[in-house]
């Protein structure tokens, strides 16, 4: 196993938890909502060969701490800038989970000297528009707190069971770090703050380097659409399309070998 060294940095008022291990070109991953940088872990191993790797838990998430507003894709922005000035990190490559690819995207575009390439994973783009309802923002969040709810009336071993249940393609691996992360995310965090949102077309409009975007099908389990996909290769000639079939919106867990040659070439490439 490899040994990871833990510790915080400041973001702002916020202390973000980090893990970091290995030698190499500086890799940062961005987990997922209600993840937590322990569920990088079954990825992350056998990348710290090559790679300086850096996982943290995103505001509200795992050990870091939290606040009461500013949830939106470009404080996430904000909260990598300074995981990477904190840490000497020179121009790391960054793969983003969902939330964390948001958070990925928007760091590229706003910060685009301090990062070499992104890899987006089934970003949630039509889910943090400016444009977007409030009122379907609302109806997102309250469905979003319910099944969290649920998932916090159970323990760790029940959740670890609830898991396998629901993901049966998942590792065993994956399963308790899921688990024990549903039950450290902050309640009521509130990430649908539509009033603080940039469009994701001028953001992938904007990238100047090497993105990678993962997606998934059948389109009943996945985030991204294909429209979508041809739009964000339309918008950029930077964006290249990485389709990995019979998938749900957690690619790599659920084709852990494909994703990881589909990424790991790119980041070879770049």
């Known amino acids: 196993m490899t040994a990871w060294q833990s510790g915080f940095v400041q973001s702002g008022a916020i202390a973000l938890h980090y ?21 990088w872990q079954a990825f992350a191993e056998p990348l710290t060969a090559h790679y300086d790797v850096v996982m943290y838990d995103a505001r509200g998430h795992g050990l870091s701490g939290h606040t009461a507003a500013h949830y939106a894709p470009h404080d996430l922005a904000a ?7 904190a840490l000497q990190l020179v121009r ?22 301090q990062i070499r390439a992104i890899v987006l994973e089934d970003p949630p783009l ?15 969040d309250a469905g979003f707190y319910a099944w969290l709810d649920d998932m916090k009336t159970l323990s760790l071993e029940q959740l670890i069971v609830r898991g396998a249940d629901d993901n049966p393609t998942w590792q065993a691996v994956e399963l308790r770090p899921w688990a024990q992360a549903k039950l450290q995310v902050g309640a009521r965090l509130p990430f649908n703050e539509t009033d603080r949102f940039v469009a994701w077309q001028t953001m992938m409009a904007a990238l ?3 993105t990678l975007l993962v ?5 009943s389990r996945v985030i991204v659409t294909a429209q979508e996909a041809a739009l964000a290769r339309q918008l950029s000639p930077w964006v290249e399309i990485g389709l990995i079939r019979n998938v749900g919106h957690c690619i790599r867990r659920e084709a852990p070998a494909a994703y990881a040659t589909m990424v790991l070439d790119f980041l070879k490439r770049t």
Not at 19 to 39: E, K
Not at 102 to 113: F, I, K, R
Request: proline share 10%; with cysteine; net charge negative.
């Open 19 to 39: 893990q970091r291990a290995g030698l190499g070109v500086p890799l940062i991953l961005a987990h997922g909502r209600t993840d937590n940088a322990a569920c």
């Open 79 to 85: 909260d990598m800038r300074n995981v990477i000035d």
């Open 92 to 113: 790391p490559s960054v793969i983003g989970h969902s939330m964390g690819a948001m958070a990925t995207l928007a760091a590229a575009t706003t910060y685009p000297d």
């Open 126 to 140: 039509e889910m943090l528009n400016p444009l977007v309802d409030p009122d379907v923002a609302a109806a997102n």
């Open 208 to 210: 100047t380097m090497p």
């Open 215 to 219: 997606v998934g099908e059948p389109a």
